[in-house]
């Protein structure tokens, strides 16, 4: 025996035995039987290994192999079947290394029965044997220098030899070629003794070879990965990696570089405690990418520019896929100046990669499969480390990072399958049935056919549409008028919410029920009669209110270069210039403890197509304002300041540190646009007050009300505080009217969105220093709701009237009137005092 043999663990002893033993009583039944070799081969002649990746199962197996020379009846000869061609070589290196007692052949240049010893071993992919291709076909055929392998089989039957077949990383082996492997398997080798070797508990795809080759598992040896970490052969834990970004910067950052630079992070970190424990060995980092689409970008290519921008020499990168295969790849694992290895799904499986600690995913589908080889590939423990194995928790655990978090179930559930494994041999020798109950397709109570009542109208497709059946709404009372003002999408949706609710009170609860008499159908339709209610002229009323008119819009770009040079003065855009980096963390949580165990600080880069796209919203506020020639005009003038100051700045820094200060201040942004907007609004009054106002017969009076009544159209919290107004007795109060939206009369503020205001109340009040000392009053529903907090009127708020100044705002609060003002720190409305009659006078 060499020096470099290795010593069993002794689970590994405990399976060594059992393998061995099983095929010693199937050699045995054959001796007796030898009429029913092919049912006791089929039936009694298949043993299962199912034991982690990394839990040493070549070693297994050649210790089986290799122990059973010279104790049977007669002499075996080996048929090894790996699933990829990289993995031939591997175990013939093992198997060499290790058994040297068996001797490894190629059935490729080596298929002559002469000479050949009891314990060979061909080692071979079902491809190079199974297949239809050339190479396969050579194998298959005899020539004048060699016997095919299908007679090379036959021959050595017939001189008394045993077949024996190994099926190393069973769940790999059989996928779309199972029933050709199939088929070869009983019609052309046709063993005496068959072992699976599988990391893989419950696989579909060895389901499927067993059942089209009519082969039963008799035997089944299962190894718990506890045993295999107890020997100090697989690290302990298994941390899946969850970045955890700052309010605000998820969608300014590239998830797929942050999550390699987290990856990169607790690379370093590992090489760091290697070095301190004065270990000379370099931890790799693997990258998973996805395949290449037809005409897409190249996966490995994008994530090689990302690890070299985040700062990974770009000789420390290796790549292997099919399409590009590295002639090197299983020494990769060796060479200590690779520090990073960038490999597709189908090298994800049975290569040796002991100095492997993190693995970044980035390939979306991820699977069961997936999560178990991924298992495997980190989880071996390096020879160097066995000696302190247990006792650094940062290098006992392998590390997973995965693009989407959300798409970790494969790997959870290939957690949940290890640590449901629990150690048994079941071999014929002990005359046990095994059965196997499989899981319901579903849970109780799962209703293939969800009931769903009343079906949701379609949105409308065109304005004429939105139009028309928001009118219709509206005239049926189920939808306020006041969404007329709100925006195309916010009308959509009380459409789509005022149709379906109609659908559900029109739809009778007992739908087989007689119909019952509508009294109201049997006399006819009755309408409200309408009267119209003249100004009053016994009041101080004016002729007319004044009006902010909006510059013109077909000269507002012309305003841009004021309004960049405004917003960079106001917003301080210069102190974003170096922002390229924000802080992150980084939550490690074991997934065989379930516990959360450490966090790790991140810098990550900003990325500069991620922080364009989510900015684009911030410019496009004001249809009409061109938010290109505004950007650009703003890039200019950020460079003349960078230039005066002395500081050094690119293009993409110029434009990033805008985008971000559109996102970051879009408030100041918005002030930018008023202030300038403001020096060239103008004002009108020309449009008188309306001598009459139309409505229906009987409304209540109002003793101050302009028209003398309270408007019909009018909501509960208007109406309340008009009753307010109504009943002032301290003579601060003069009049009050109705000041409704979208009339032309109707006084209005300009919004930096370009949009126009329409406070509800237009107010004389004695004393009050302002044109016809009027005051205006904005009414809210409440101030719990987000209606309240939404975006326009947080641009309302913010806003004075070029010449009535302040608008009071007031909703009611347990019963009590509060004004509310805007909390700029908060950006929210906010009660601000109890609202008094008396503070209409004032102009703040």
Same mark, same amino acid.
């Given at each position: 025996?060499?020096d470099?043999r290795?010593?069993?663990?002794?689970?590994?002893?405990?399976a060594?035995?059992?393998?061995?033993?099983?095929?010693?009583?199937?050699?045995?039944?054959?001796?007796?039987?030898?009429e029913n070799?092919?049912?006791?081969?089929?039936k009694?002649?298949?043993?299962l290994?199912?034991?982690p990746?990394?839990?040493?199962?070549?070693l297994?197996?050649?210790?089986?192999?290799?122990?059973?020379?010279?104790?049977l009846s007669r002499?075996v000869?080996?048929?090894w079947?790996a699933?990829y061609?990289?993995l031939?070589?591997?175990t013939?290196?093992?198997l060499?290394e290790?058994?040297?007692?068996?001797r490894?052949?190629?059935?490729?240049?080596?298929r002559?029965p002469?000479?050949t010893r009891d314990?060979d071993v061909f080692?071979?992919?079902?491809?190079?044997?199974?297949?239809?291709?050339k190479n396969?076909?050579?194998?298959?055929?005899t020539?004048e220098s060699?016997?095919?392998?299908?007679?090379?089989i036959a021959a050595l039957?017939?001189?008394?030899y045993?077949i024996?077949?190994?099926?190393?990383?069973?769940?790999l082996?059989?996928g779309?070629?199972?029933?050709a492997?199939?088929?070869?398997?009983?019609?052309?080798?046709?063993?005496?003794f068959?072992?699976?070797?599988?990391a893989?508990?419950?696989?579909?795809?060895?389901?499927?070879?067993e059942?089209?080759?009519?082969?039963e598992?008799?035997s089944?040896?299962?190894?718990p990965?506890?045993?295999v970490?107890a020997?100090?052969?697989n690290?302990?834990g298994?941390?899946?990696?969850v970045?955890r970004?700052?309010?605000?910067?998820?969608d300014l950052?590239?998830?797929?570089?942050?999550?390699?630079t987290a990856g990169?992070?607790?690379?370093?970190r590992?090489?760091?405690?290697?070095?301190?424990?004065g270990?000379?060995?370099?931890?790799?980092m693997l990258?998973q990418?996805?395949?290449?689409?037809?005409?897409?970008?190249?996966?490995?290519k994008?994530?090689?520019?990302?690890?070299?921008?985040?700062?990974v020499h770009?000789d420390?990168?290796?790549?292997h896929?099919?399409g590009?295969?590295d002639?090197?790849?299983?020494t990769?694992?060796?060479?200590p100046?690779?520090?990073?290895?960038?490999?597709?799904?189908a090298?994800?499986?049975?290569f040796d990669?002991?100095?492997?600690?993190?693995?970044?995913?980035?390939?979306?589908n991820?699977?069961?499969?997936f999560?178990?080889q991924?298992?495997?590939?980190?989880m071996?423990v390096?020879?160097a480390?066995?000696?302190d194995h247990g006792q650094?928790?940062l290098?006992?655990?392998?590390?997973?990072?995965?693009t989407?978090?959300?798409m970790q179930?494969?790997?959870?559930?290939a957690?949940?399958?290890l640590?449901a494994?629990?150690e048994?041999?079941?071999?014929?020798?002990?005359?046990?049935d095994?059965?196997?109950?499989g899981n319901?397709d579903?849970?109780?109570?799962?209703?293939?056919?969800?009931t769903q009542p009343?079906e949701?109208?379609?949105?409308p497709?065109?304005s004429?549409e939105r139009q028309?059946?928001?009118?219709?709404l509206?005239?049926q009372?189920?939808?306020?008028?006041?969404?007329?003002s709100?925006?195309?999408?916010?009308q959509d949706r009380?459409?789509v919410t005022g149709?379906?609710w109609q659908?559900i009170?029109?739809?009778p609860?007992?739908s087989?029920l007689?119909?019952?008499?509508?009294?109201?159908s049997s006399?006819?339709t009755?309408q409200?009669?309408?009267?119209?209610?003249?100004?009053?002229?016994d009041i101080?009323?004016p002729?007319a209110?004044?009006?902010?008119?909006p510059?013109?819009p077909r000269?507002?770009?012309?305003?841009?270069?004021?309004? +960049?040079r405004?917003?960079c003065r106001?917003? %301080?855009?210069?102190r974003l210039?170096?922002? !390229? &980096?924000? =802080?992150?963390? *980084?939550?490690l949580?074991?997934m065989f403890?379930?516990?959360?165990l450490?966090?790790?600080s991140?810098?990550?880069?900003?990325s500069n197509?991620?922080? +364009?796209?989510?900015a684009?919203l911030?410019f %496009?506020f004001n249809?009409s304002i061109?938010p !290109? &020639?505004? =950007?650009k005009? *703003?890039i200019?003038?950020l460079?003349r300041i960078?230039?005066?100051e002395?500081?050094?700045?690119?293009?993409?820094?110029?434009?990033?540190a805008?985008d971000?200060?559109?996102m970051e201040?879009?408030?100041?942004?918005?002030?930018?646009?008023k202030v300038v907007?403001?020096?060239?609004?103008?004002?009108?009054n020309s449009?008188p007050?309306?001598e009459?106002?139309f409505?229906?017969?009987?409304?209540d009076?109002g003793?101050?009300?302009?028209?003398?009544?309270?408007?019909?159209?009018?909501?509960?919290?208007?109406?309340?505080?008009a009753?307010?107004?109504?009943?002032?007795?301290?003579?601060?109060v003069?009049?009050?009217l109705?000041?409704?939206?979208n009339?032309?009369?109707?006084?209005?503020?300009?919004?930096?969105?370009?949009?126009?205001?329409f406070p509800?109340?237009?107010?004389g009040?004695s004393g009050?220093?302002?044109p016809?000392?009027?005051?205006l009053?904005?009414?809210k529903d409440?101030g719990?709701t987000?209606r309240l907090?939404?975006?326009?009127?947080?641009?309302?708020?913010r806003?004075?009237?070029r010449?009535?100044?302040?608008?009071?705002w007031?909703?009611r609060?347990d019963?009590?009137?509060v004004r509310?003002?805007y909390?700029?720190?908060?950006?929210?409305i906010?009660?601000?005092d109890?609202?008094?009659?008396?503070?209409l006078?004032?102009?703040?």
């Amino acid at each position: 025996m060499s020096d470099g043999r290795l010593s069993l663990a002794s689970y590994q002893t405990r399976a060594v035995e059992a393998l061995s033993g099983v095929i010693r009583k199937v050699a045995e039944l054959h001796d007796r039987d030898p009429e029913n070799r092919q049912e006791i081969a089929l039936k009694s002649g298949v043993t299962l290994l199912q034991s982690p990746t990394g839990s040493g199962k070549t070693l297994v197996l050649g210790q089986v192999l290799e122990g059973l020379r010279g104790a049977l009846s007669r002499p075996v000869v080996w048929l090894w079947f790996a699933p990829y061609a990289g993995l031939v070589s591997q175990t013939r290196d093992a198997l060499i290394e290790q058994c040297g007692g068996l001797r490894v052949r190629d059935v490729a240049t080596d298929r002559q029965p002469v000479g050949t010893r009891d314990g060979d071993v061909f080692i071979q992919t079902w491809a190079a044997v199974a297949a239809g291709n050339k190479n396969a076909r050579r194998v298959r055929r005899t020539s004048e220098s060699a016997m095919s392998f299908d007679d090379m089989i036959a021959a050595l039957r017939d001189d008394g030899y045993f077949i024996g077949v190994v099926i190393d990383e069973a769940h790999l082996n059989f996928g779309a070629s199972a029933k050709a492997a199939a088929d070869f398997y009983l019609n052309h080798i046709r063993p005496d003794f068959t072992i699976l070797a599988t990391a893989t508990p419950n696989d579909d795809k060895l389901d499927a070879f067993e059942a089209k080759a009519g082969i039963e598992v008799a035997s089944r040896v299962v190894v718990p990965r506890d045993d295999v970490v107890a020997a100090g052969l697989n690290k302990v834990g298994l941390k899946l990696g969850v970045i955890r970004f700052r309010e605000g910067d998820q969608d300014l950052i590239d998830h797929e570089q942050a999550t390699l630079t987290a990856g990169w992070t607790q690379h370093k970190r590992i090489c760091g405690r290697l070095e301190d424990c004065g270990m000379a060995l370099t931890p790799l980092m693997l990258v998973q990418v996805e395949d290449q689409e037809r005409g897409g970008e190249d996966p490995v290519k994008r994530v090689r520019d990302k690890l070299i921008e985040i700062g990974v020499h770009e000789d420390a990168i290796a790549t292997h896929t099919s399409g590009e295969p590295d002639p090197d790849f299983h020494t990769l694992a060796y060479d200590p100046d690779k520090q990073v290895l960038i490999f597709k799904v189908a090298v994800a499986t049975g290569f040796d990669a002991p100095r492997a600690w993190t693995l970044v995913s980035v390939r979306p589908n991820r699977g069961k499969d997936f999560g178990l080889q991924i298992v495997g590939r980190i989880m071996r423990v390096h020879p160097a480390l066995r000696p302190d194995h247990g006792q650094d928790p940062l290098l006992d655990s392998g590390y997973v990072l995965l693009t989407d978090p959300d798409m970790q179930s494969g790997l959870q559930a290939a957690v949940d399958e290890l640590k449901a494994v629990r150690e048994s041999i079941e071999l014929i020798t002990d005359s046990l049935d095994i059965f196997e109950f499989g899981n319901a397709d579903r849970p109780l109570g799962f209703s293939e056919e969800p009931t769903q009542p009343y079906e949701s109208p379609p949105p409308p497709n065109c304005s004429a549409e939105r139009q028309q059946r928001l009118a219709n709404l509206i005239n049926q009372g189920v939808v306020r008028d006041g969404v007329q003002s709100l925006p195309p999408d916010d009308q959509d949706r009380a459409i789509v919410t005022g149709e379906t609710w109609q659908q559900i009170v029109q739809k009778p609860l007992f739908s087989q029920l007689p119909d019952a008499p509508n009294p109201k159908s049997s006399g006819g339709t009755t309408q409200r009669n309408y009267q119209s209610y003249p100004l009053r002229t016994d009041i101080d009323l004016p002729k007319a209110l004044i009006r902010e008119i909006p510059p013109d819009p077909r000269k507002l770009n012309d305003l841009i270069p004021d309004i +960049a040079r405004e917003f960079c003065r106001s917003a %301080n855009i210069v102190r974003l210039l170096q922002r !390229r &980096l924000t =802080k992150a963390t *980084l939550h490690l949580s074991d997934m065989f403890a379930k516990e959360d165990l450490e966090t790790v600080s991140l810098r990550l880069r900003l990325s500069n197509a991620r922080v +364009a796209e989510k900015a684009q919203l911030a410019f %496009n506020f004001n249809d009409s304002i061109d938010p !290109r &020639l505004l =950007k650009k005009a *703003l890039i200019t003038e950020l460079r003349r300041i960078a230039d005066e100051e002395g500081i050094e700045a690119e293009e993409r820094d110029l434009r990033r540190a805008i985008d971000l200060a559109g996102m970051e201040e879009a408030g100041k942004l918005k002030e930018a646009i008023k202030v300038v907007q403001s020096r060239n609004i103008h004002t009108d009054n020309s449009e008188p007050v309306p001598e009459t106002y139309f409505g229906p017969e009987g409304l209540d009076e109002g003793k101050k009300s302009a028209y003398g009544v309270f408007p019909n159209k009018i909501n509960t919290e208007e109406r309340e505080f008009a009753n307010l107004l109504d009943q002032d007795q301290s003579g601060i109060v003069k009049w009050w009217l109705r000041n409704p939206e979208n009339e032309t009369w109707a006084t209005r503020l300009i919004l930096p969105s370009g949009r126009r205001f329409f406070p509800d109340f237009v107010v004389g009040v004695s004393g009050r220093s302002t044109p016809d000392m009027i005051a205006l009053v904005e009414i809210k529903d409440d101030g719990e709701t987000g209606r309240l907090q939404a975006d326009r009127n947080i641009d309302k708020i913010r806003v004075q009237h070029r010449e009535y100044k302040n608008v009071f705002w007031t909703f009611r609060q347990d019963g009590t009137w509060v004004r509310a003002r805007y909390a700029e720190g908060l950006h929210r409305i906010v009660p601000h005092d109890r609202f008094n009659i008396t503070e209409l006078v004032y102009l703040s």
